[in-house]
C-alpha cells in the first residue's frame, strides 16, 4: 500500500456546496481513504491520498474544474 501523501491545489470554477461534493466524490471513488479539504473562498483543495498527484489533477479536471 502507498503512503499517503498531501497535495494542495488551485482550483478554478468551484462555486457552491455542489462543487465540493462533487470534488469530494470523485477523488474518493479512486481512493475510499481520501481526505479532501475544500476551500471556497481561497479556491483550495487539499487531498490527502494514496494517488498521485497528477491522478488527481485529473479527477479534479474530469469533474470540470481548473487545475493550477
Not at 16 to 45: N, P
Request: charged share 20%; net charge negative; glycine share 8%.
Amino acid at each position: 500500500m502507498t503512503t499517503p501523501a498531501t497535495y494542495q491545489f488551485h482550483v478554478t470554477g468551484m462555486s457552491c456546496q455542489h462543487c465540493v461534493k462533487a470534488i469530494t466524490q470523485a477523488v474518493q471513488d479512486q481512493d475510499g481513504e481520501a481526505l479532501v479539504t475544500v476551500d471556497l473562498t481561497q479556491g483550495q483543495v487539499t487531498v490527502q491520498t494514496a494517488l498521485d498527484e497528477e491522478a488527481v489533477r485529473e479527477i479534479i479536471r474530469e469533474e470540470g474544474y481548473g487545475v493550477a
